[in-house]
């Protein structure tokens, strides 16, 4: 008798685990905060500017789950302008003064809406496409932005065109506050980023769909 429950025993186990390998996937959990980042570009040449902003709001829409869709879909931010920070101190108060400053609001609110999966490429980071809405100054936009996911960083960039947000005033007195610096070339375009670390727990054989 004892060997006939050790036996159904064992293969009640071996068929739980063949079952939870049959379903595929992970549990994924967002760790830390969320980065953003930008780079402008002024003179003729178009030379780049980068920084960040060190006052990010981040809100998820879920701290885990089981794919990317359910953890960042939803997820929104709000960045505080004033705290542009280029490694520059005298930079960065120039483009609060000159430039933020002449937005209708001192923040920038952004919000994740979809994401679309590139098809997987053996043994080489998870790609596709995440669609942020971006609101400044009183104007959304939606933003493709590419993105990569490799040893833990989901990384998105994009570009963005400041003139799109009916910024020009902002851009005409940031261009003639910097006029000598910037060979009087200030750019409309303006690159964007973000990351954040994702963890991929409980996983079982399969793998994971974006």
């Known amino acids: 008798m004892k060997n006939i429950l ?10 739980s685990i063949a079952n939870a390998s049959q379903k595929g996937g992970c549990e994924l959990a967002q760790k830390g905060a ?6 402008g570009y002024k003179t003729p040449k178009k030379v780049g500017v980068g920084g960040v902003f060190d006052s990010v709001k981040y809100t998820p829409i879920a ?3 089981k794919d990317f869709r359910s953890i960042l879909v939803g997820s929104s931010v709000v960045i505080d ?3 542009v920070n280029s490694r520059d101190e005298g930079r960065d108060e120039k483009l609060a003064k000159f430039f933020f ?3 209708s609001d001192k923040n920038i609110n952004a919000k994740i809406v979809d994401i679309k999966a590139d098809k997987r490429v053996k043994d080489a980071p998870r790609t596709g496409v ?3 809405e971006i609101e400044m100054n009183g104007v959304k936009k939606t933003v493709p932005m590419k993105y990569s996911f490799s040893d833990g960083v989901f990384e998105a960039k994009g570009s963005i065109d400041i003139l799109d947000f009916s910024a020009n005033k902002a851009l005409s007195s940031i261009n003639e506050a910097c006029y000598d610096l910037h060979e009087g070339k200030t750019w409309s375009e303006a690159g ?4 954040t670390n994702i963890e991929a727990v409980l996983c079982n054989t399969e793998p ?3």
Do not use: H, R
């Open 6 to 15: 050790i036996t159904a025993l064992s293969v009640l186990l071996v068929a």
């Open 34 to 39: 969320l980065e953003v980042s930008w780079t």
């Open 63 to 65: 701290e885990s789950g």
């Open 81 to 83: 302008t004033s705290s």
């Open 101 to 103: 400053t002449m937005m």
């Open 130 to 132: 995440v669609d942020v």
């Open 192 to 195: 964007i980023s973000f990351k």
């Open 208 to 210: 994971l769909e974006s």
